[in-house]
């Protein structure tokens, strides 16, 4: 017998559970395929936003939009136009209900859990083929399955150890190219980090100031040494990427912010010349501050009964 067996919704970003169907079949396949729901949690942020895994008897399918992926177990003969219409109703559903912001800054899991009871009218509905009151939008998802088909996830490519986390990209059919580098959120910024921020910014544009007046003052006279317009402009360089380190998450994070640093400090020791003593230690104390606060500013842990 054909039938949908259970649907959830679920983060992309972090893979938290926001809502889940009530199903209390513990037969070994579901167990099985719950494992496989929480393994594919885990890997949204790097899958395109229509796949399908094959998992023997039963078929797991799932859609994704604006941060929020859509996903359930069905039989293996169960329509492939009825899932994922099925899937597209629970989105449009969803994104009505509750906002972005609520589950962007949703913290436990299973926080919408009374969605459950949407969840499960419209898989009584989808059950009984029958009694489903409209099918005119059958036609036009059959057509957009058959022009953009989902994506087919592999067993071997779900289990393996190197599997997605690993790759560079994931290309298939009808969307080119996807990067698979995983997007990570850091911690909210604080009011120390905005300042941080600000002054990097105000050394980055002195640095690019003076740095412009260096190369005017080289072409007036061709005593003046080019390498302070190098360290001026690589001072510059240094200021903004410590901002970008502020804002953004990227790998070896905290060595990029020492480094940084580093080289914020070797510029103003080149400098030493051409600066007094309150220059020097206001644009070293700055970059110091910066690189504390990029260290302060973790990306964000998952809550302690995560996938429970």
Known sequence: M??????????????????????????????????????????????????????????????????????????????????????????KEFITTYNMMKTNTAVRPYCFIEFDNFIQRTKQRYNNTRSLSTKMNLADMQTEIKLRPPYQISMSELGSANGFAHSSVVEYKGTGKISAAPHQRLEPV????????????????????????????????????????????LGTAACLYQCYLLVYYTGWRNAKSFLTFGLICLCNMYLYELRNLWQLFFHVTVGAFSTLQIRLRQPQGKSPDYNV
């Open 190 to 233: 604080t009011l120390p980090g905005i300042v941080s921020f600000v002054l990097s910014l105000l050394c980055g544009a002195l640095n690019l100031i003076r740095g412009f007046h260096a190369i005017e003052s080289l072409l007036q006279s061709e005593g003046e040494d080019f390498s302070y317009v190098i360290a001026f402009f």
């Open 2 to 91: 054909s039938m949908i067996l259970s649907a959830s919704v679920v983060r992309v970003r972090d893979g938290l559970p926001l809502s889940a169907s009530t199903d209390y079949d513990q037969s070994t396949g579901m167990q099985e395929c719950r494992k496989y729901f929480k393994m594919l949690s885990k890997k949204l942020s790097q899958l395109p936003d229509r796949c399908t895994l094959k998992t023997g008897h039963y078929n797991i399918n799932f859609i994704s939009s604006l941060g929020v992926s859509y996903m359930m177990l069905c039989t293996e003969n169960y329509p492939s136009v009825l899932a994922f219409c099925f899937l597209d109703e629970l989105q």
